[in-house]
């Protein structure tokens, strides 16, 4: 049997059975945990405290929510023929997962009650297509659509791609911003008042109170992590009826909890379009010379270069160094500082093909499009967050082409900048988002998880426990949860261990001891063992009964049974509540020689000296299913 080995505060050290290692969890709270001694009242004390704030943040989420679908919203039509020929004109074959989150949407807009649905997906993943489907569908109802985005970039984009899409059916969209002229602006308002304008585009400036919308059925957020709660809130405030629909590449640590912890309706994109590849990503040093053989490289194949600087000041020296290293590149400069004309017809030339590079700031982050742009470089890369780099590399990669991403730094730079960059370069393949978005809640720290008010209890028992005990929490406000009881714990002889010539790695091996444990019904079990058989080989001998163990496991708590262990040649079961008369008698009668031992609280069998080694699980696993069978 393996034991791990878990050093606390000063000498203490914590032995845990292999069979106990699904109950371990890495730490991600902060830099540097507090830790107590075994034994000591401080640490049931902070998890009885943070289980506590869990439970009443529960009961608050679960309250939102619950109003929120007892609303009366209101129920779309079934799809109708113009709904049809919009969508035949879409000029890509759909994903599976793009379809099934289709339905999803549309199975909740034609419910009674309001939506309030994440669609998350890697950049590039179809996360659009499925918004401008639902907002079809919600002008065919009679309503009227929002589409809230964090850049005039990208409602730019947006207003471009709606309007290629819906105006051969004769549906107004327009888009708010400062590219707009105070005349346009208050034609725009005066149709989204009067019902003519079926859908607007806009940053935050929709949501002022010059804004009024004749009859809004539908909001679309779309990369909502990059918008505050209040603003999300205050739109379902102004008409609680609404469907929302959210999109996002990296959900936020808010979002994504909510997710994991089943409050919220989350559709996945996971599956990247047939004719996207991989972007190639590069971490390193900058270099002149690379920079150079980079731009050449790309302009070779007649396409174009996105080069980003983190400070506005770095730009027209870069701009600078390109046009002396790479003789005849047309090279453009962008900032959000701009005046608005001028950024808008640098942009429109870059997207035409005028431009060969275009040296920016993040502001290329969100909303352009380029499928010809297939190479990024991002100077000083070790400015920026984990979800910008993300964010800065799907920007390329938008078309059948390889491309490129290069993360360029200077020589010394922070262990926290070394860690994102080395998350980013390991996760470079298509659909990484969401991984990308649970390593930048472990390196953010949780503050933002549900508001700094909860910081404190989750830093004190770790990220997650307490997403544990706001599941548990969850589920007990719905009425779908259980009393939560301790695994029972058996202790019985027999060889029962993964070898070290089967997985030689540690963790691997941890991790395969966790799988078989954290295992819930047969399913799942026989997934997990055909799953090491394809990656390690035929299962060694030793390991097999602790397939039986995990079995043995669910049959005690069933039963009642705390725990099962070999007492000389008796196996003894420990009950969690009396044997009535009637089962005393029932275990005589089974079992000749076994004794209910009732200061004890429970009983022993003879074990069976004709088991084979390992028999002992086996034995105490059909004695129990002889036993408690009705």
Not at 280 to 301: D, F, H, K, P
Request: hydrophobic content about 35%.
């Amino acid at each position: 049997l393996e034991y791990a080995s878990s050093s606390g505060k000063d000498p203490d050290r914590l032995y845990l059975p292999a069979s106990q290692l699904s109950q371990i969890s890495k730490y991600m709270g902060s830099d540097n945990p507090k830790l107590d001694r075994l034994g000591s009242p401080n640490w049931n004390s902070t998890r009885s405290k943070a289980k506590k704030h869990a439970a009443q943040v529960s009961a608050e989420l679960v309250k939102l929510y619950s109003t929120r679908r007892r609303m009366a919203g209101h129920a779309f039509p079934k799809d109708g023929p113009e709904q049809r020929a919009m969508e035949e004109a879409f000029p890509y074959r759909e994903t599976p997962d793009q379809l099934k989150a289709i339905e999803e949407v549309k199975r909740d807009m034609e419910s009674p009650s309001p939506m309030d649905r994440l669609i998350t997906g890697d950049v590039g993943f179809g996360k659009t297509e499925i918004a401008i489907r639902a907002a079809f569908k919600a002008v065919q109802g009679g309503k009227q659509v929002a589409i809230l985005a964090p850049t005039t970039l990208l409602s730019e984009q947006h207003l471009e791609t709606f309007r290629s899409r819906f105006e051969p059916f004769g549906v107004r969209v327009e888009a708010l911003s400062r590219f707009r002229s105070a005349k346009e602006a208050r034609s725009i308002a005066e149709g989204v008042a009067d019902g003519s304008v079926k859908i607007l585009i806009g940053t935050q400036k929709i949501l002022s109170p010059s804004v009024s919308f004749k009859d809004l059925g539908l909001v679309v957020v779309d990369e909502e992590q990059r918008f505050g709660v209040k603003d999300k809130e205050f739109l379902k405030k102004l008409k609680p009826e609404i469907d929302v629909l959210s999109l996002s590449a990296t959900p936020i640590p808010r979002t994504l909890e909510m997710s994991l912890v089943g409050v919220r309706e989350v559709s996945t994109l996971m599956t990247a379009p047939e004719e996207r590849m991989d972007v190639l990503t590069y971490v390193g040093q900058w270099s002149l010379e690379l920079v150079a053989a980079a731009i050449s490289r790309e302009l070779l194949r007649s396409g174009q270069v996105f080069y980003v600087c983190g400070r506005i000041e770095d730009l027209n020296t870069a701009s600078s160094r390109i046009r002396e290293v790479v003789p005849g590149c047309k090279v453009e400069v962008a900032d959000g500082k701009m005046p608005a004309a001028r950024l808008d017809k640098v942009i429109n030339d870059f997207w035409k093909g005028k431009t060969d590079v275009l040296v920016s700031t993040s502001i290329i982050e969100l909303g352009l499009d380029i499928p010809r742009a297939n190479t990024l470089i991002v100077e000083r890369s070790d400015y920026f967050g984990l979800a910008q780099l993300h964010q800065l590399r799907g920007r390329v990669g938008r078309s059948s082409q390889r491309a490129y991403a290069y993360f360029l730094h200077p020589e010394n730079i922070t262990s926290d900048a070394q860690a994102r960059l080395e998350t980013i370069e390991e996760n470079a393949s298509l659909g990484s988002g969401y991984k990308i978005a649970l390593k930048d809640l472990e390196l953010r720290g949780i503050g933002n998880l549900v508001g700094e008010e909860q910081s404190g209890f989750i830093k004190g028992v770790g990220f997650d426990y307490f997403v544990r005990m706001m599941k548990e929490g969850i589920e007990k406000e719905k009425g779908e949860g259980k009393k939560e009881e301790e695994r029972p714990l058996i202790n019985l002889p027999g060889k029962s261990f993964i070898p070290q010539s089967f997985i030689s790695s540690q963790k691997l091996r941890m991790e395969a001891y966790s799988s078989i444990f954290k295992a819930e019904g047969e399913k799942e079990l026989e997934e997990v063992k055909r799953e090491m058989e394809d990656r390690y080989g035929d299962l060694p001998p030793s390991l097999l009964p602790l397939f039986s163990q995990r079995r043995l496991e669910w049959e005690a708590e069933k039963d009642g049974v705390k725990s099962i262990t070999q007492r000389g040649d008796n196996v003894f079961f420990s009950l969690s509540s009396p044997f009535p008369d009637f089962m005393q008698l029932r275990l005589k009668r089974l079992f000749p020689g076994s004794f209910y031992l009732k200061s004890e609280m429970g009983f022993k069998i003879p074990l069976d000296k004709e088991q084979d080694e390992g028999g002992a699980i086996g034995f105490a696993f059909d004695a129990l299913g002889q036993l408690f069978t009705t």
